[in-house]
Structure formats: structure tokens, C-alpha cells
T-cell receptor, first 111, second 122 residues
């Protein structure tokens, strides 16, 4: 079983739609959680950190459920420019920190 | 803005050649990382470094070595390139927040990535 698992998609949605991605992680000692965005043929870039209390940045909302060991990302009012791969990222510390990237979920937003 | 640069965007090498991939960051970050990214597998950590002259193996170090002689530079070396090392190679850096006021060590901060090097081994 992979340490961080995501539905690879692709998710094909029309503009204006709401779309949600989930990510599960296997290590309960995981400490930090992030969503990164990667555009085609580009490097990953931080989209937002994920906190237990949840956090929102404009049209994006991230949630963490430690009990169930999953992280979610909600995108409201999708734009064409949201088309990208979204990477779930988990950091764990066991005498040396380790950051683990999920394989990513592809999103296509169509006009 | 943090800037992470990689020496080449595209590289074509032959089997058995020695390959050097260079990465430089300009934000005085302690941590530097080398990943490879392959379709369906995501990013896999090859090696990372917490400080100058320090290195740690990641998940897939076989066939690779690294060098960190200066804080800003982290090099990935393929001693004898093979076709299964054809991939996208991504370098990243991050700032360790270090001990908090309570004596806890905080996990590494956001990773900043370079533009990647697409290596093809023929």
C-alpha cells in the first residue's frame, strides 16, 4: 500500500463546477500536510497548507481528518486555469523528517 | 522570491555515461532534495541533504550519488547512466524552522522546486 494515495482521475468538469479531491495517508505519525499544484511540464508549487481546523483561500478549501487519516481539497466555481495536477503531500518525523508526495490527481476544467 | 535553478532543462545521454545534474538555490535554505518523477508513480525521493557535506538516502538511491560542498548547491550524479534512469529530475529546497520556543523541532517548511531536467538515456 502506498503511504499517500490519491485518485489519479482525470476529473473532467465544466467551468463553474465544484470539485473535491481526497487523499489518504497510512502513517498516523504524519505531522504536516499540504496540497501542491503542478501544471503540465512545470514544477510543483505549493497551493496551500492543511490544518486540522481547516483552511480556506478564496475558492479553495482544505480539510484534514486525522482520525480517518485523509485530507481533502475543495475547489468552488472552477476556472479553466484550475486545470492541473494536484499533489497531496504529507510530512512525517521519525528521527529525521520525510516528505511524501502522492502521485497526483489530474483536473481538466472545460468551457 | 525563492529561486531554484537546474543546470539543464533537457539532456540526452548514452548508456554508461557519467551524468551530472546541478541544482542551485539562492535563499540560504538548509535542506535540499533530488526527486525523479515518472507517470503514475509521482515524485520519488532519491537523496536529500540537511546541511553542507551531509546527505541521506531517500527511497530510490540505487544508481545515484550526490554532493553538497556548498550550501547553495546540490549535485546529483549518475555514475553509469542506464535506460531506466530516463525520467524527469526535480530539485527542491526548503528552510528548516528548527527548534521552537518549547524545544520541539519543527518539520521542514514548504519545498520550492526547480524547473526540472528531462533526462533521456539512449
Amino acid at each position: 500500500r502506498k503511504e499517500v494515495e490519491q485518485d489519479p482521475g482525470p476529473f473532467n468538469v465544466p467551468e463553474g463546477a465544484t470539485v473535491a479531491f481526497n487523499c489518504t495517508y497510512s502513517n498516523s505519525a504524519s505531522q504536516s500536510f499540504f496540497w501542491y499544484r503542478q501544471d503540465c511540464r512545470k514544477e510543483p508549487k505549493l497551493l496551500m497548507s492543511v490544518y486540522s481546523s481547516g483552511n480556506e483561500d478564496g475558492r479553495f478549501t482544505a480539510q484534514l481528518n486525522r482520525a480517518s487519516q485523509y485530507i481533502s481539497l475543495l475547489i468552488r466555481d472552477s476556472k479553466l486555469s484550475d486545470s492541473a495536477t494536484y499533489l497531496c503531500v504529507v510530512t512525517k518525523g521519525t528521527g529525521g523528517f520525510k516528505t511524501i508526495f502522492g502521485a497526483g490527481t489530474r483536473l481538466f476544467v472545460k468551457a | 522570491d525563492v529561486k531554484v535553478t537546474q543546470s539543464s532543462r533537457y539532456l540526452v545521454k548514452r548508456t554508461g555515461e557519467k551524468v551530472f545534474l546541478e541544482c542551485v538555490q539562492d535563499m540560504d535554505h538548509e535542506n535540499m532534495f533530488w526527486y525523479r518523477q515518472d507517470p503514475g508513480l509521482g515524485l520519488r525521493l532519491i537523496y536529500f541533504s540537511y546541511d553542507v557535506k551531509m546527505k541521506e538516502k531517500g527511497d530510490i538511491p540505487e544508481g545515484y550519488s550526490v554532493s553538497r560542498e556548498k550550501k547553495e548547491r546540490f549535485s546529483l550524479i549518475l555514475e553509469s547512466a542506464s535506460t531506466n534512469q530516463t525520467s524527469m529530475y526535480l530539485c527542491a529546497s526548503s528552510l528548516t524552522e528548527g527548534p521552537s520556543d518549547r524545544g520541539q523541532t519543527l518539520p521542514p517548511d514548504t519545498q520550492y522546486f526547480g524547473p526540472g531536467t528531462r533526462l533521456t538515456v539512449l
